[in-house]
């Protein structure tokens, strides 16, 4: 098999300097909306209270996870002369993860970061770069990003707002089945933890019993099948929907 047919790093390049030439202004277009929603935050918490803050991590979350759904390569006008281009399907699934997993996430805090330093220089009053408590919240993070990474390429047209959908439609799937299992299996149950959580299923590990004025809680012997299940939804996503979205490309690309 002839490597440089799957990848050649020239003509990767090549195909890294058009989409920056293209994409340059959405680069800057997010750093500007950053430093003009840090600056508000910054004058608002000075006159008022610092509620805007609170939604910074909401705001950074939604940029990297989001923005691929705005990405016009597989728009009606621009998605035959992007299929064109002569790449491979491997370089062009790889131009895609390099900017939306690690370039943007990359600026968003990257711009955070220079940000803090800057405001530290003019007031008294800063806030810490907004960091994830551990590596679970960033494989979070990039498997919710892996579903409109999916959804980006295989719905195209209005991909944002039909993966919302899908994603919602999902979640209401998660709860009545956790609803379900719960009730049939755990009828005395009166209080599950993160019992408003959508995917409280995956992390339920026992129930509480009333005894008099209190509570006794009691551990079920069901917590490995939750653990089996919570790792086979950390391999889906986001690897099992990067794979997914690499095949889709190519078969659109065929």
């Known amino acids: 098999m002839d490597m440089s047919a799957v990848f050649n790093i020239e003509r990767?390049?090549?195909?890294?300097?058009r989409e920056f030439a293209m994409y340059w202004k959405q680069y800057?277009?997010?750093?500007?909306?950053i430093a003009a929603y840090y600056t508000i935050a910054t004058v608002w918490e000075s006159i008022d209270t610092g509620w805007?803050?609170?939604?910074?991590p909401p705001v950074y979350v939604a940029i990297i996870i989001c923005s691929i759904s705005f990405d016009k390569n597989l728009s009606d006008a621009n998605g035959t002369f992007y299929f064109t281009l002569p790449v491979s399907t491997f370089e062009r699934f790889l131009g895609l993860w390099i900017k939306y997993i690690v370039i943007i996430p990359l600026l968003v805090f990257g711009a955070s970061v220079c940000l803090d330093f800057i405001s530290s220089l003019f007031v008294s009053t800063t806030h810490p770069v907004v960091k994830f408590s551990d590596w679970w919240d960033y494989h979070?993070?990039?498997?919710?990003?892996?579903?409109?990474?999916f959804g980006y390429v295989c719905l195209k047209k209005r991909s944002f707002v039909k993966t919302l959908s899908l994603i919602a439609v999902f979640f209401i799937f998660i709860i009545i089945v956790s609803?379900?299992?719960?009730?049939?299996?755990?009828?005395?149950v009166s209080y599950i933890r993160s019992s408003m959580d959508p995917i409280s299923i995956l992390s339920f590990d026992g129930?509480?019993?009333?005894?008099g004025d209190s509570s006794r809680f009691v551990t079920t012997k069901t917590t490995m099948l939750y653990d089996v299940t919570k790792y086979i939804l950390a391999a889906i996503f986001p690897l099992g929907m990067w794979i997914l979205t690499y095949f889709k490309l190519r078969e659109t690309e065929v």
């Open 12 to 17: 990767f390049w090549n195909l890294q300097k």
């Open 28 to 33: 800057l277009f997010i750093l500007c909306g």
């Open 52 to 56: 805007l803050w609170n939604m910074l």
């Open 140 to 149: 979070l993070l990039y498997a919710a990003q892996s579903v409109f990474l």
């Open 179 to 188: 609803k379900i299992i719960i009730s049939q299996f755990y009828p005395d």
């Open 207 to 211: 129930y509480w019993i009333p005894e």
